[in-house]
């Protein structure tokens, strides 16, 4: 899975790992971090730069090499640059889409070539609740995550026929290391829904990325698992 080190990324490595899965993950800006879960999860990190054009391919080289074919994917790594769309950048635009969107699919394609010569493998891609739920000053993340969903569904069908399930999850506000940067009426906003007052927490969406790689979600494709406490219900 690619962004492993933190928050949900972690939350997903340890629960994959507990569910007996042997499990590789990407850092980018924090290798103690991602050190630190490897000796806590027995997971082995690799460095990826979702910017990197040529990367996506060596490293699903490494990882076979490493640790076997590759039977999963999961697409949790992502930027963040907030600003009103009117004073936004077009290199912040460019690092938002590129990262989130481009990185995204260059890992998909790099996985892809093996996954439909075996007719087997799993595609996870999380999305948020910024693509589903508007949010000033969110218009390149947005755009990058709704991506996200029309990608999943478009590959769902390419892949179907090869034995290649594709989904995505869609998370509510989670408090991790990437949403502590946003203002608290933005938090407000998209906490305003909820049905349950717990509201969302990474083991949460964890879970749910567990059960759509595992076998007892073998007949879905082309779907996308909200987990937001209720907020969009």
Known sequence: MTGGGRGLGRAT???????????????????????????????????LDLRDRARPDDLVEEVETALGSLEGLVNNAGLRRESLLAMT????????????????????????????????????????????????GQGAYAASKAGILGMTRSLAREAGKRGVRVNAVVPGFVATDLT????????????????????????????AVLFLL??????????????DAGASA
């Open 214 to 227: 595992s076998e007892s979600a073998a007949a879905i494709t082309g779907q996308t698992l909200v987990v």
């Open 180 to 207: 502590a940067g946003l203002p608290e009426a933005a938090v407000s906003h998209l906490r305003a829904g909820e049905c349950l007052a717990r509201g969302v927490r990474p083991e949460d969406v964890a879970q």
């Open 13 to 47: 490595v340890e629960a994959l790992a507990a569910s007996g899965m042997t499990v590789a993950f990407t850092w980018n800006s924090d290798e103690t971090a991602a050190r630190a879960v490897e000796a806590a999860t027995g997971a082995r990190a690799f460095h």
């Open 89 to 136: 950048s077009d290199e912040d635009w460019d690092a938002v889409l590129d990262s989130n969107l481009g990185g995204l699919f260059r890992c998909c394609r790099a996985v892809l070539r093996g996954m439909m010569v075996r007719r087997r493998g799993v595609i996870v891609n999380v999305s948020s609740l910024s693509a589903l739920h508007g949010v000033a």
